[in-house]
């Protein structure tokens, strides 16, 4: 059974940093891009970073481009989201999914929640 | 950027009944790359549909999907209590970014 969960989230304040990590089993990560898809508090759901399955492509959202990072470690089965120069605005829930390039998004773990705030 | 609009933004209806949800882009969806998404409070989202008209593993044949170019359906036949939730579309064709639309909430009346 597919299972993703993730970790990390917390509460930062703005400018401060954070990094999401994300543990997966019961598949062959190796063969899959996987990505971050946020909600924040009563809101819908954007889409954030993918990273196909050799890190040779990662894309990022224009909100977030130049402050978060997407990486994994297939040898530990993990996939990262590094966050700096965080913001109020993205205090959200984080999911991790599995799914990037011209793929659907097929499995969501439960998500982290990240809150910005002084 | 594909701007994807979904109609109507909120849905009463009563168990039994026919509903259907629009998701609108603003440009071409090449290769039907549309998926939709169920989201109930509390939880994750769970993909329902994918390629515009595919059902995703375990999804029962109430749910079907349609469309092509800039229109595509959500249709769920007969609604049970279940199926009230918040439902979401997303484009993933080309590049990224694969953006959502805004969602549509399916209340009961």
């Known amino acids: 059974e597919v299972h993703l969960v993730e970790s990390g989230g917390g509460v930062v304040r703005p400018g401060g940093s954070l990094r999401l990590s994300c543990a997966t089993s019961?598949?062959?990560?190796?063969?899959?891009?996987m990505g971050w898809v946020r909600q924040a508090p009563g809101k819908g759901l954007e889409w954030v970073a993918g990273?196909?399955?050799?890190?040779?492509?990662?894309s990022h959202a224009d909100s977030v481009k130049d402050r978060f990072t997407v990486s994994r470690d297939n040898a530990r089965n993990s996939l990262y989201l590094q966050m700096n120069s965080l913001r109020a605005g993205d205090t959200a829930l984080y999911y991790c999914?599995?799914?990037?390039?011209?793929?659907?998004?097929?499995?969501w773990g439960q998500g982290t929640l990240v809150t910005v705030s002084s | 950027e594909i701007v994807l609009t979904q109609s109507p933004g909120t849905l009463s209806l009563s168990p039994g009944e026919r509903a259907t949800l629009s998701c609108r882009a603003s440009?071409?969806?090449?290769?039907?790359?549309l998926a939709w998404y169920q989201q109930k409070p509390g939880q994750a989202p769970r993909l329902l549909i994918y390629?515009?008209?595919s059902r995703a593993t375990g999804i029962p044949d109430r749910f079907s999907g349609s469309g092509s170019g800039t229109d595509f359906t959500l249709t769920i036949s007969r609604l049970e209590p279940e199926d009230f939730a918040v439902y979401y579309c997303?484009?993933?064709?080309?590049?990224?970014?694969?953006?959502f639309g805004r969602g549509t909430k399916l209340e009961m009346k």
């Open positions: 019961g598949f062959t990560v190796d063969d899959y891009g």
């Open positions: 997303q484009q993933y064709s080309g590049s990224p970014p694969y953006t």
């Open positions: 999914v599995r799914g990037f390039l011209r793929g659907p998004l097929d499995y």
């Open positions: 990273i196909n399955k050799n890190s040779a492509t990662r």
């Open positions: 440009q071409d969806i090449r290769d039907r790359y």
């Open positions: 390629g515009a008209s």
